[in-house]
């Protein structure tokens, strides 16, 4: 059984601590590809580095969290101190054009909105959305979204890219209708930690509805657990037990999970 885990934190900790170990241990699992998405600047070069790693592969991007950081986030880039907000926007994302000609990764992320978080609100995150989905768009790379709260303002910002954009809305939680309305608007949905939660009762009805071929897998480790596995200690192998709770949901053979999952997934980030 083949699997791909679409939204790993590989370069955080515990996960960073013991990398060999976690990809020995993705492998005896069936897990032959992990994605590695970044969240700030300062982590590009570390996924530079894990995407030489076999089966690994990188994508780059900013955080909406750091959407009110981003003269932070040249300085780290350009070693300089903080400059003026709407020349750092400009700034930030021409190093990431660069960063990305450079060696190219598999998509654009992690990006998105998050009305949840005090620091970056809604104004400040939305420009950075969007000069980043138009740079995927240019480039012709899938995006991988992170959304918490912000879900009608993320459909419309995919919306005005007219049916150009591709990508994933990774971690969904939510029910059947607000998935459908994101792979009819051409995205795939990733599931994770939460269908195996028998109280995650929207998740796992979304799990049962939407088209196989529209849905990938992840862990989003080490951010998000699983019944009786807590975020800490979650891994890349953990996907085959996300598999294992999709199937059983749809009451289809865990093969047949894998086999769809992981041709999704390819679709999306290439083969």
Known sequence: ???VDTHCHLNHPPLSLDTDGVL?????????RIVA??????????LAALAARPGVDAAYGLHPWLAHDLPAQAAVLEGAPPAARAAALDR???HL??????RRPVAIGEIGLDTKISASGL??????LERQLALAVDLDLPVILHCRGAFEELLAAVGRHGGRLRGVLHAFSR???????FTNAGLYVALGGAVTRASARQVRQAARTVSLDRLVLETDAPAIGLQDVPPERTEPCHVREVAAALAALRGEPVATVAVAT???ADRLFGA
């Open 175 to 181: 029910g059947p209708d607000l998935a459908a309305r």
């Open 1 to 3: 059984m083949i699997l």
């Open 37 to 46: 998405p970044a969240y700030d600047a300062a982590s590009w070069n570390d």
């Open 92 to 94: 930030v994302l021409a």
């Open 97 to 102: 054009a660069a960063r990305i000609a450079a």
């Open 262 to 264: 992981t041709a999704a």
């Open 24 to 32: 020995a241990r993705a492998s005896s699992a069936g897990v032959t």
């Open 123 to 128: 104004a400040l995150q939305l420009p950075l």
